[in-house]
């Protein structure tokens, strides 16, 4: 399984951008898709989960309200619309995904994602 992530760039606080990940299989295959995030000297975070047999989306506190994931099957591709982008969001965004099928409380879990994509970079400048 293959994942590139993209859209990642350089932007204004507020501003908005709509990150991709392109999945090199159908995403119906899978359990879920998620988006985690590394910035500058901490560890990797959950961002945000879709869940494909129900489409259950999960969110972490700090981006509920200003992010939200969506899916093309068709295109076998994920998303990651994000506005109201704070300095805080600079980080190196990563699409995941596994065949699992995952309960909602592991959604947001690093370790019940078993495909990793190589990583956007995002930066917001005040």
């Known amino acids: 399984v293959q994942l590139q992530a993209s859209g990642g760039g350089l932007v204004q606080a507020n501003d908005s951008l709509r990150l991709s990940c392109a999945v090199s299989?159908?995403?119906?295959?899978?359990?879920?898709i998620a988006w985690f995030r590394q910035a500058p000297g901490k560890e990797r975070e959950a961002v945000a989960s879709m869940r494909t047999r129900d489409n259950a989306r999960s969110y972490a506190a700090s981006v509920r309200g200003r992010f939200t994931m969506a899916r093309d099957n068709a295109k076998n591709m994920a998303f990651l619309q994000m506005s109201g982008l704070k300095t805080e969001d600079t980080a190196v965004y990563y699409c995941?995904?596994?065949?699992?099928?995952?309960?909602?409380?592991?959604?947001?879990?690093?370790?019940?994602?078993?495909?990793w994509g190589q990583g956007t970079q995002v930066t917001v400048s005040s």
């Open positions: 299989e159908s995403t119906l295959n899978f359990g879920a």
């Open positions: 995941a995904t596994t065949y699992s099928r995952l309960i909602t409380s592991s959604l947001l879990v690093e370790s019940s994602y078993a495909f």
